[in-house]
Structure formats: C-alpha cells, structure tokens
C-alpha cells in the first residue's frame, strides 16, 4: 500500500469519527443508545476516540427491558465508571408500572415492543435531540436503507421513503422544536469489520460474546439462554453446552450458537466462515418480513 | 489471513441500471463467490421469490428491505451492500434506474471512487448508459469501468466488444472522465467476473473483479493543497491537558505535518502547528481523509466553520458561488428564496442569483432561458451567501468543492452543488 493510503478499518473509524463530531456540534443534547451489545461498545470507543483528551461529552442511555444478561449489566456498569460517562437507564418495568404499555401474553410475548415507548418517553423527558446508535447497514435490510443522519417526526417516526439524500461529507441535521435524530456512525461497518476492530484496538466485550459452559433450552432453531424469564415447555430439555452469542439483547429472545471460539482471534475466524447472519439468532426479527422497518417506523432502534 | 485483514483498502463504487441489463446477476454473482450472502438471507429471498411468483431468485429483494420496495418490486432508494475479498473490501452503492434516478445517482457517487457502468454488448450504449456516465463524469469518479455484458449472447466476438468500445469512447469524448477500462463479461456464466474466460482468449486484460482489487486509488483523494477544516474545539480542562486547546477536523486535502507553518481562515492569523493527536498517540502527518486534532503554537481565533491551510496555497474566499446544481425536490427554487447551504463545516444562507441554463442529461444540450427547475434537473447557477465561503473548484477538492442547498422550511436538503 501507499504511503498516502488508510487501511479500510482507518478509514472507517475516521469517517465515525468525524460523524460524531458532526453530532456533537450541530446538536443540542445528543445521546448514544448503549445496549451492552458490542456495536454499541464499539460506537462508544469511536466517541471516546473523537474528544480525546476531553471525556466523553454524550451520556449512554439503556433502555432495559429487565431481561437481562447479567454480565451485561456489570460490564455497563464498569465501563460507565472507567470512561467517566454518564448513564441514563430507563426501565421498560415502570413503563408497564404506570400502564403506558401493556405487557404481551402467551408463547413467545417479549419486550421487545415494549422498548419503544420507554424510549421515546426518555427521549421526551431528558430533551435528547439526536440519539447515537450501532445499527449498520449490513445486519438488517430495512437498516440497510438507513442514513447517517436519519431523520424523525414529533412523534419519533420514521418515513423511510422520504429521507433526506446524504452526499459527500455534508450531514443535514436541521429539524423542527420536537423532532429528533437518530445517528449511525457505524453504518458502513459489516460484522466482520467490527470484530477485525475490536481486535485490532483491543476493546473490551462482555464475555458472553465468547465461547462458554451455559444452560440452554433449543427453541425455534436456536440455543436459548435458560434464565429466570423462560419457562420451560413440554418437550424441552435444559441441556449444558459451549456456547457464545453473536449478538445480544433481551435475554429471553436472543440465541446462542455452539462455538469453540473463546479467543478473539478465533471468534474472527469464526465470523468469517459462517454462513448464517448475525441476526438469524434473534426472534425479534422473525416475526414478518418487515418486523425490523415495522418498528422503527414507531421509533425502534 | 488475519494481517492480511488488516491491510485491507476500502473501495466504494456505484452501479445503476435497470432491472433486464444484468446488473442483479452481476452483484450477485461478485456477493456469492466473496461469500457474502448468507445461507439464511438466501433462504429468505428464495421464500420471497416463490411467494411472488418468480422462476427465479430475485437478488433485489436482498436489500429492497422496505415494505413498499416488496410489495411493488421497485428499488426506492440507493441500497448498500458489502462484500470483501482478501485484498480489498467493497461498498457498492446501488442506484435505481428509474425512479429519481438522477438524484440517487448523484447521491452514490459523491463518494464513489469507481463507478461500474453495464452495457448490453447486443444494444451498445442507451439513454441509460448517457446518463450515468455523464453523472460519474458530473460528480467525478476518478474511475470507470464498463462491463461489456452478455458477451455468450453475441458468441464471444471480439468485433461485438470492440464496436460498444468504440461507440462508448465516442460518447465519452464529450466527459471529463480520467480513467476508462473495458471488460468483456457474461455475469450469468461468470466470463471475466472471477476468473478468466476461456471463450474470449482475444482478450488480455484483466477480469473485473482483479481489476476492482488492483486499481489504484489512493490518489483519489487531493494530497496537494493543505485544506483543515475546523469541526469543533476540543478543551479538556482537566489537570493533565490543562492547555490543551485542539482543532477537530477530517483532513479534506494535502498532507499536514508537525511544525508545518499554517494560517486560520478567515481571520488570516498565522501559527505552526505544535502538534497533530489522536487517542492512539500523536502522529507526524495527517492526509485525507484522516480525522485527528491538530493544535498550533499560538492561541488564535479558531472554530467551526474556519479552515487551517497553508500559507502559500489558499483556497478562493468569495460570497459569490459558480456552481453546478443538481435539484432534488418536487418544488422548484421560488423566486428570492433563501436557503441554508452547507459546505465542510459551515453553514450561511444563500440565494440563487442567476440560472444560465439546464443541461440535458441524455444529449449534453443546453437549455438556456430557464423558467422552471424541477426534480432532478442539472442547473448551472451563481449563487450568493451572507457570509464568505472558503471554496475550491470541485474538480480539485470534492470535500472543499461541494455544497448542499436546505429549504428553511421545511429542512429538506434540496440541492447539491459542485463549485466550478
């Protein structure tokens, strides 16, 4: 390679970089939505990267469904400490306390759903004009069309046929009194590149990315944590196995995959032999064809 | 495997086209053999393709990932899609041909560095072929290929390749396109995709996807003329970096060193630059399109919106635009309307002096006396601001040469603009 010439993982951590500080500069009170996931970890390493040597001038906001890993929460925990930020956590449980939203009934009811009123109301109440997330264009199609900047209404939705078109370097964050933004600084990135980059800046993860003993239950075609949310049903065994997760969300909807990769290096080998999307663990997205557009045009993620 | 990872080089491309020019077989066919569709997104697209009726698998529905793109079967919007091979990572910005076309294809290409343009070998070039080679010239792609495709459909002929090269280079005359390759190919049997064809050996060149590994990009970017525009001020005020007092930006041209002597514009301050930071350490240079913080010897006026360049070589300072402006909304400018135009990092109102003529995108003509501007509508205009720009001509500087116009409105970004 040339002199003059950034390799692909420089180059995408530069483009992060400086749309970060696009959203640090034309907005009033940005935010970036953590979820423990490591997209978002990785989003929240570009931040911290973008002020050096100031902190990080973002709180991180969790919208917590209550089902959670419990490595997860201890990891957010410690790194909300180490890096000095804030932390905004919002919990869908009181949302369901205060009857905004009704919890879902019978077989496979989650949360999932549920997020969204938790997190337009934090949006509400704290002010936040442009909300940082790990969503990359390469996971989901209906992401696939999202921009950099994208842009949502008062009442925190989305119109995916009539974005904004986004060329060059120029990022039009120009809104009304009440909408938002919502900002992907990583939406270029493909799974592959965010695992080379936690490699390669050695960020730490929480260690339910990499292979470990755990109970599981296999359920519609994946190994379901057992936790305290799950019932086990007829037919059902809990069974021990090595596991790791590929992506990782509400307990109680995200699958694991039997792995051996308990290394970094290993899991990048993994990732690069697979032949399954990251995404065909979570049952979120299996609801129909459009589950992924269908929330985010109420204000999902 | 995993350095060689490491080393990789990034490269964006467009392609557009209709739906019968091969170009979904083309995509397709580059994604499965980098191993970038998966088993359970094939699955999917192969369920959704039963579902409509097709006899085969539609590679669109891929990333025609919304509700109204199934349903209709029409690609709305530019799609992304990713693929990489041991040398090169790919970002394909995949452009509708029909609706809005001019629009999303401007959009791929301001930040394409090639840009894949299919011909039919049986059909030569169409209006198609016109346009989206005038808008890769208009927005300029330092590089275009063309892909001579179906070649099995006209028995492999060297003549049949050689006269859509000629007709190709005719029309290409009339661009200003540096860099132009051919390649034979048929997408649907993979001559020349991947590997080498045996049916074509009249043909020594490269296939396309060596040629998309191998092409030299890295003077893609302008390495000459120092141009820093400042994004934000970085003051810690902690005890470690008491004076620390940093100027954030992505380098948009030239090559910045430490001790390099520097001026602020506008203010005309000049300083040496102390230093250039970034979290992994200080570096010695910065170039395009490296984002870092720089910090100079002297305390100067500086903020968003400034640009940091170098003594001898500095942009043109004006409140009057000469631009090339393609327009994106439904409403045309209205009279002494005025708008908020962005260009690096800042922004000034700004209203559109003087149209002189429209450009035809399939013949080239110009069209003077313009009453009307409507969607997708190339305009050469003079536009004024309030306030000064720092500007290049964008055939130099794509970062400090481009604009967008905002409706004040309505916050739509109506218009984009190359600086001539």
């Known amino acids: 390679m040339s002199r003059y010439n950034l390799t692909h993982l420089k180059e995408l951590e530069s483009e992060a970089i400086f749309v970060i500080r696009e959203v640090y500069s034309q907005f009033e009170k940005p935010g970036i939505l953590f979820s423990g996931g490591k997209d978002s970890i990785v989003v929240t390493h570009l931040a911290r990267k973008a002020f050096w040597p100031s902190n990080i001038p973002f709180p991180l906001i969790h919208i917590d469904t209550g089902h959670n890993f419990p490595e997860t929460m201890k990891f957010r925990d410690n790194l909300v400490d180490e890096i000095g930020a804030e932390l905004v956590a919002r919990l869908v449980q009181d949302s369901i306390d205060t009857g905004r939203v009704k919890e879902e009934t019978g077989k496979d009811a989650s949360r999932n759903w549920l997020q969204i009123t938790t997190l337009l109301d934090a949006i509400e109440e704290n002010g936040f004009d442009a909300l940082m997330g790990g969503a990359r264009r390469d996971e989901e199609k209906a992401r696939a069309k999202e921009r950099f900047f994208s842009h949502r209404d008062d009442f925190g939705q989305w119109d995916p046929k009539n974005q904004r078109p986004e060329l060059w370097n120029l990022f039009n964050g120009k809104k009304n009194y009440g909408e938002h933004f919502r900002v992907f600084p990583i939406s270029n990135w493909t799974e592959m590149d965010v695992w080379q980059y936690i490699l390669q800046e050695k960020i730490e993860i929480p260690s339910l990315y990499i292979a470990h003993q755990r109970d599981v239950i296999w359920r519609n075609d994946t190994w379901l944590p057992h936790s305290e949310f799950i019932t086990v049903r007829e037919g059902e065994e809990v069974v021990n196995k090595k596991v790791r997760f590929r992506t990782l969300g509400d307990i109680t909807i995200t699958g694991g995959i039997e792995s051996e990769a308990d290394t970094l290096e290993k899991i990048v080998a993994e990732v690069a032999a697979a032949r399954q999307t990251e995404r065909g663990n979570r049952a979120d997205d299996k609801r129909s064809e459009t589950s992924m557009e269908d929330r985010k045009k109420e204000g999902y993620f | ?420």
Not at chain 2, 262 to 275: N, R
């Open chain 2, 1 to 420: 495997m995993e350095n060689s990872y490491l080393n990789m080089e990034l490269l964006r491309f467009t392609t557009a086209g209709s739906v019968d020019d091969g170009k979904s077989t083309l995509i397709g066919r580059l994604l499965y053999d980098s191993k970038s569709i998966f088993e359970d997104q094939l699955d999917l697209v192969e369920t959704s393709s039963k579902r409509r009726g097709l006899d085969h698998t539609d590679l669109a529905l891929l990333t025609d990932g919304l509700r109204d793109e199934r349903e209709q079967g029409i690609t709305i919007d530019v799609a992304y899609r990713y693929f990489a091979t041991p040398k090169r990572k790919f970002i394909i910005a995949d452009t509708p041909g029909h609706i809005q076309y001019t629009r999303n294809m401007v959009t791929g290409a301001s930040t394409a560095n090639l840009a894949l343009i299919l011909i039919d070998a049986r059909n030569g070039i169409v209006e198609q072929t016109c346009r989206h080679s005038f808008i890769a010239s208009l927005l300029q792609i330092p590089h275009i290929i063309v892909c001579v495709n179906k070649m099995d459909l006209v028995n492999y002929e060297e003549e049949a390749f050689e006269k859509v090269r000629s007709q190709f280079e005719d029309f290409a005359a009339k661009l200003d396109v540096k860099d132009i390759r051919f390649v034979p190919i048929s997408a649907l049997n993979g001559d020349n995709v991947v590997n080498k064809s045996d049916n074509m050996p009249w043909y020594q060149g490269s296939t396309l996807l060596y040629t998309l590994e191998n092409i030299h990009i890295a003077s893609d970017y302008n390495h000459i003329d120092c141009r820093f525009p400042v994004q934000t001020v970085i003051r810690p005020k902690n005890n470690e970096y008491h004076d620390f007092r940093g100027y954030a930006g992505r380098v948009a041209g030239g090559v910045l060193k430490k001790g390099d002597e520097v001026v602020a514009l506008p203010s005309g301050f000049s300083s040496k630059i102390s230093g250039i930071h970034t979290m992994d350490g200080e570096v010695e240079e910065a170039f395009a399109p490296m984002s870092v913080t720089i910090t100079l010897e002297d305390d100067i006026d500086l903020g968003r919106g400034d640009m940091i360049v170098r003594p001898n070589n500095r942009p043109e300072v004006s409140q009057e635009i000469d631009a090339m402006l393609c327009w994106f909304n439904q409403k045309g400018p209205q009279p002494k309307a005025k708008f908020t135009l962005m260009h690096t990092s800042n922004d000034v109102k700004a209203m559109i002096k003087n149209i002189y003529y429209k450009l035809d995108i399939n013949t080239l003509h110009r069209i003077e006396n313009v009453s009307e501007v409507g969607m997708n509508d190339i305009v050469r205009v003079t536009l004024r601001t309030t306030k000064p720009l720092l500007k290049d001509v964008y055939r130099t500087n794509r970062f400090t040469g481009s604009l967008i116009l905002i409706d004040e409105m309505t916050n739509e970004t109506v218009a984009a603009g190359m600086i001539i």
